[in-house]
């Protein structure tokens, strides 16, 4: 695969799944902004291109791409929906969770020394609220109709009649909200100093922060698979004579 700095980060995380390690480890957003030229996302980023371009040969060489890596420009859309599913919105829902009472701990006893825990917190619930009706939307709605369009394009049937009009509708709605959860954790990660605990911080603040930036990395993965997979490879299939 030949790297320059005219190819979107987007273009790249598709081509090579290991590529999102990379990016994940030098803050380059390759899930909503992916769409921009690899120059200005390393810009974006305060990242020499060159050093980005090199530590993405070196992935490349060594071909030790992550287990649960799949082709997913080619594997069904149903089997990329049951990994989004079963990987993604599983670990959200759990972390979800399990952060909300650790952080309202941490804000018990930190809170009045540390106000910035205090907006995570409501930054938090925000968060939540919003990723559960999001998930809920797309299980629900956008998914089993992605799943049954594919099902009939592949039978050779016409596609059924979607209520929300096209299928760009929904998916255009489930982008927006992912800019949206982007945006708050960026905002949380600011408040938190990139997720760095203070020196005197105890096990449960520094697991506040770990999960924190656990959740946000899961996220990126999250958004990607839809944003840059899942999402225009349906607006492609629903295309007459596709």
């Known amino acids: 695969m030949q790297f320059n700095d005219t190819k979107t980060v987007r273009e790249i995380a598709i081509e090579q799944p290991g590529s ?6 030098l803050g380059i957003d390759y899930c909503c902004g992916g769409d921009r030229p690899l120059a200005q996302a390393c810009h974006a980023a305060g990242v020499p ?3 980005v371009v090199r530590s993405l040969e070196q ?3 060594s071909s030790q791409q992550p287990a649960e890596s799949y082709d997913w420009q080619s594997e069904p859309l149903a089997l990329l929906i049951t990994h989004i599913v079963n990987t993604h919105h599983v670990f959200t829902r759990e972390e979800l969770d399990g952060i909300e009472p650790l952080l309202a701990k941490v804000c018990s006893v930190y809170g009045a020394s540390r106000p910035e825990l205090l907006k995570i917190h409501s930054l938090f619930g925000e968060l939540k609220r919003e990723l559960l009706l999001h ?3 797309e ?3 956008l998914f089993p109709y992605i799943t049954q369009m594919e099902k009939a394009i592949s039978a050779g049937l016409p596609a059924p009649r979607p209520m929300f009009g096209t299928v760009r509708n929904p ?3 489930m982008m927006n909200e992912h800019d949206g959860a982007g945006d708050v954790l960026r905002r949380v990660r600011q408040l938190s100093d990139n997720f760095n605990p203070p020196s005197d911080a105890c096990v449960s603040y520094q697991t506040l922060y770990r999960r924190l930036q656990e959740l946000e990395k899961d996220l990126h993965q999250h958004i990607h698979l839809e944003n840059n ?3 225009p ?3 492609e299939m629903e295309k007459p004579g596709s």
């Open 20 to 25: 999102t390690r990379v990016f994940e480890k």
């Open 171 to 173: 998916i255009g709605m």
């Open 135 to 137: 998930m809920m939307k």
């Open 139 to 141: 299980e629900n709605i």
């Open 49 to 51: 291109v060159a050093e």
């Open 233 to 235: 490879r349906s607006i």
């Open 229 to 231: 997979l899942l999402f």
């Open 59 to 61: 992935i490349e060489a």
